[in-house]
């Protein structure tokens, strides 16, 4: 008799065919692994989850505390230099220093009138504060130090350069102080967007609305 046989109603099957004590294929063996391996997944996602917001609240908390120096900023460059800065330069010598300040074009003359008084000199101390708090902040990430302590640092430095050199043009002894005070006249813009990349963005509308 064959294996099937139309001839009859039912089919014949021999013993060979069965297979006794046979594990299945999704056994415990391989439940038990499957689980593991969700279990390991799940806890990857949720650390990574997890560092994300961390440092989404670490980079939130940053730009906080850079808010301040944004404002103090803009609103002593807008004291003291106006919203569309200056149509002429500092009159320099033949060797490229500054002339005396009753030799300097009336709006420049202007200019460093309003970058030494007080109203500017309260503004500095705030950016100054923020610093040390920004460092302290940042402790030991060097990425974090990088991005947001030594850039406001950098922009710092071109800032205090003015600032001096409004009470005094002297300090403008060397060529690298002369290209910062330009600096700070002629590229309020892009020290602007700078700053803007590092704080929040309710701190970012306090610095345009300064300036409005």
């Not at 200019?111 to 109203?119: K, M, N, S, T, W």
């Not at 923020?130 to 430095?157: F, P």
Request: with cysteine; proline share 3%.
């Amino acid at each position: 008799m064959s294996l099937l046989d139309n001839s009859s109603d039912s089919c014949y099957i021999p013993d060979s065919c069965f297979v006794e004590n046979e594990e299945p294929y999704f056994g415990w063996g391989y439940v038990l692994m499957d689980t593991n391996y969700l279990i390991a997944y799940g806890l990857m996602l949720l650390f990574v989850a997890a560092s994300f917001v961390m440092t989404s609240r670490q980079h939130q908390r940053l730009r906080r505390i850079c808010d301040p120096f944004g404002l103090a900023f803009t609103e002593a460059a807008d004291h003291a230099i106006g919203r569309t800065g200056p149509d002429c330069k500092l009159a320099c010598d033949e060797h490229g220093l500054p002339l005396p300040l009753h030799e300097q074009p009336a709006a420049i003359q202007r200019i460093l009138a309003r970058g030494a008084d007080d109203y500017c000199k309260e503004r500095h101390e705030t950016m100054l504060h923020v610093l040390t708090q920004l460092r302290d902040a940042c402790g030991s990430n060097k990425r974090h130090t990088k991005v947001y302590a030594e850039t406001l640092e950098e922009i710092y430095r071109v800032n205090r350069v003015f600032f001096e050199a409004c009470r005094d043009l002297s300090v403008l002894s060397t060529e690298a102080d002369r290209i910062a005070f330009n600096q700070y006249l002629e590229n309020q813009a892009y020290i602007r967007d700078n700053i803007a990349k590092r704080m929040t963005n309710d701190g970012v509308a306090a610095m345009k609305k300064a300036v409005q």
